[in-house]
């Protein structure tokens, strides 16, 4: 029996676990890859032998039997990567107003360490963070649990956000700020970002956090070496430049050189406009196309790439969230006096319990418009851009000394990167660092479905469900649901032994 060939656009997270998922289960699969490293946000890149992670900073709910565990061991990942956990006690650290407020693993510890900071808020942050449970259980894909999906709550805080629901729920205005002290993890927006996608990271992250010893490559690589084994393969360096189609459905992918690989099943990993760019039929409607054009995005990001001296840094284990404001929000709106509002400031772990820090990266928020006329094309730039990157890494790395102070000292090299570098790298749109904008206002208006019009293709990747590692991967079960149905790959989850 012939089998069912699939072609998947994109190498990314979303690409890779698609491939992994259909390749065990008997498809043929071919994933595109138009850059020379496969991973999306996975990949990792190395200057003057220092390793540095492009995306996957950290990840959570991994311990032994948790959430991401478990689909981790599914895809065939676990045994192949090694992790190092965070700090439980303050594996994320929040500098505000001059006093540092940590976030324990575990809701216990959590109410616990925040009541130390705050006594009087005891029992509201009981209920914030039984809300917090409830959001993110009601989701079945979140919690791996079939056909356990509580639709009113989901809906509920899907469309109210962040700031209303804690609001509501906490009375000093101090620890409403502090709960969304690591709000860069998802690019959130005051009065947009519904409360389900911030109920989804804390869970998500509370229940315990890690970082990847080596990087988030052998993540990549790990499912590239699975796809293989499973008779499909990973083709870099080929980007797929058309979806054909006849009347009815797609038909296979162009792709450089006037190669076309026939597909019975199109799926595309990319950002949703870049998707629609490779359709010409009549199936995709003006309306849609449209609705996907002006949906908002998430803002970009600059990224200072730290090397530090050797034996100078101490192993950092925990994330540092530094503001210059009395608040987390609003750091995308700024301008040349005030910036940066913010940052996040991580080392990254290259080896098993590190004593000292080899690299680490700085992240603020950065718009498109500040660096749209350095842009000379994919991967060409005009002049200024290295003095405009100097200028604004110097400042960011002031803000950092500011709260930690001996950074700089610590700094053998520093690279950077601008939403410029993101969008050629990544092909999201106006590099965004998070694709598609979640906004409580627009409602499923600024949803992206994984079918389309077209009936053997789907989508899949951060922009489908919502970004970060169990984001897409809840992403890929939904995808893949449509060519296995969502109860086998439950099952599959529930009765893996890796």
């Not at 895809?75 to 190092?84: F, H, M, N, Q, T």
């Not at 130390?116 to 989701?139: C, Q």
């Not at 690299?359 to 730039?381: C, H, P």
């Amino acid at each position: 029996m012939c089998k069912k060939k699939v072609v998947i656009i994109g190498a990314g997270l979303g690409g890779l676990s698609c491939g992994v998922i259909l390749s065990k289960n008997g498809y043929e699969v071919t994933v595109l890859e138009q850059c020379a490293q496969a991973g999306g946000c996975l990949q990792c890149f190395t200057r003057r032998g220092a390793k540095f992670e492009t995306g996957m900073h950290f990840i959570g709910s991994a311990s032994e039997g948790q959430t991401l565990d478990r689909l981790l061991c599914y895809l065939e990942v676990r045994k192949d990567i090694s992790l190092s956990q965070l700090d439980p006690s303050g594996y994320e650290v929040i500098s505000l107003n001059g006093r540092q407020y940590r976030f324990a693993n575990g809701r216990e510890a959590f109410i616990e360490q925040m009541s130390d900071y705050f006594p009087h808020e005891r029992e509201h942050l009981i209920r914030y963070f039984n809300l917090v449970e409830k959001v993110a259980g009601a989701s079945s894909l979140h919690s791996l649990k079939y056909a356990k999906t509580d639709t009113a709550v989901n809906t509920e805080y899907q469309l109210r956000s962040i700031n209303e629901v804690i609001d509501e729920t906490i009375s000093d205005p101090l620890l409403a700020k502090v709960l969304v002290g690591n709000l860069p993890l998802y690019a959130a927006e005051k009065d947009k970002t519904p409360f389900s996608t911030h109920a989804f990271i804390m869970d998500f992250y509370n229940q315990s956090a890690y970082r990847v010893v080596g990087g988030s490559d052998a993540i990549a690589s790990s499912m590239i070496r699975t796809i293989e084994r499973y008779g499909g393969r990973v083709l870099t360096d080929c980007k797929a430049l058309k979806i054909t189609c006849d009347e009815y459905q797609a038909t296979g992918v162009e792709c450089g050189e006037g190669q076309w690989l026939p597909a019975d099943y199109v799926i595309s990993g990319i950002h949703p406009m870049r998707t629609l760019e490779l359709i010409d039929s009549k199936l995709i409607r003006p309306a849609f196309r449209n609705r996907i054009n002006s949906i908002p995005q998430t803002v970009g990001g600059f990224s200072v790439y730290l090397e530090f001296k050797e034996d100078s840094m101490p192993y950092m284990n925990h994330n540092f969230y530094g503001y210059n404001t009395d608040t987390p929000w609003g750091c995308e709106h700024y301008d040349e006096s005030v910036w940066p509002k913010g940052f996040l400031y991580m080392h990254f772990c290259q080896q098993p319990s590190p004593r000292y820090a080899k690299t680490g990266v700085i992240l603020s928020y950065m718009q498109m418009s500040e660096v749209e006329k350095y842009d000379a094309g994919q991967g060409r730039r005009k002049e200024g851009y290295a003095a405009f990157k100097h200028e604004k890494a110097e400042r960011l790395i002031d803000a950092v000394e500011q709260h930690l102070p001996g950074l700089r000292q610590c700094i053998r090299h520093y690279y950077t990167s601008t939403p410029l570098t993101y969008r050629d790298y990544t092909g999201t749109e106006g590099g965004s660092m998070y694709g598609i904008a979640k906004d409580v206002h627009l409602g499923s208006a600024c949803r992206v479905p994984h079918r389309t019009r077209i009936p053997n293709v789907f989508q899949t990747g951060q922009n489908i469900n919502s970004h970060g590692m169990l984001g897409v991967l809840v992403g890929t079960i939904v995808t893949c649901s449509e060519l296995l149905t969502a109860k086998t790959i439950y099952e599959q989850i529930q009765n893996n032994k890796e």
